[in-house]
């Protein structure tokens, strides 16, 4: 079945910019979504359609697309960004979705 | 408003069956689709599957088509995820969510209901 492939965890100190990425063969032509989980807490959009910021959504967040990876960016990181991060998409048929696997930004 | 809200946590036995529930407010539920997924303890996030319920439409993972059922009952605005012989693998919080901004995001989630299952 299909899969988004995403590093395990990413590292970066107060203030730097956070890269995440995700890669997958239909990313082309699906859009992605990402999403921040805290502990013990229920997901929360953060990125769709690739690039665009839900209301809300702090500017710091960003998303952008290149082939079969797309990127989330958090510039300025801030202590209250340490979360796990997944991004999502559909299968080349549109017809099912699927998650990464999650990356773990830890801020230093 | 848009709400969901998902029955609550259940703790069953292997070979039990479940069905639970997400209750949707404050949109025309008939015409957004509605997603569950699934998180095992200290795992990721799963898709599992989709339903429509304007025309009750249905599509599912590969990974859980013929181990869950989903359904909905439109005159009560509600989604249900069901077993019909839980296994301990089955131990998980499960999330029903619903796009907010286009056919395939996930912009409003409901509360998360934890299924425990064990003899």
């Known amino acids: 079945s299909y899969e988004l492939t995403q590093p395990p965890s990413v590292s970066v100190s107060p203030g730097q910019t956070a890269r995440i990425t995700c890669s997958g063969d239909?990313?082309?032509?699906?859009?992605a979504y990402w999403y921040q989980q805290k502990p013990g807490q229920a997901p929360v959009l953060v990125i769709y359609?690739?690039?665009e910021r839900p209301s809300g959504i702090p500017e710091r967040f960003s998303g952008s697309s290149s082939g079969t990876t797309v990127t989330l960016t958090i510039s300025g990181v801030q202590a209250e960004d340490e979360a796990d991060y997944y991004c999502?998409?559909?299968?080349?048929?549109?017809?099912?979705?699927?998650f990464g696997g999650g990356t773990k930004l830890t801020v230093l | 408003e848009v709400q969901l809200v998902q029955s609550g946590a259940e703790v069953k036995k292997p070979g039990e069956s479940l069905k639970i529930s997400c209750k949707g407010s404050g949109y025309s539920f008939t015409s957004y689709w509605i997603g569950w997924v699934r998180q095992m303890p200290g795992k990721g996030l799963e898709w599992m599957g989709i339903i429509y319920p304007g025309d009750s439409d249905t599509r599912y993972s590969p990974s859980f088509q013929g181990q869950v059922t989903i359904s909905a009952d439109k005159s009560i605005s509600t989604a249900y995820l069901q077993w019909s012989s839980l296994k301990a693998s089955d131990t998980a919080m499960y999330y029903c969510a619903r796009p907010e901004y286009s056919g395939y995001d996930l912009g409003y989630w409901g509360q998360g209901t934890l299924v425990t299952v064990s003899s």
């Open positions: 999502q998409s559909a299968d080349s048929s549109g017809t099912t979705g699927v």
């Open positions: 239909a990313l082309p032509k699906q859009y």
């Open positions: 359609k690739d690039s």
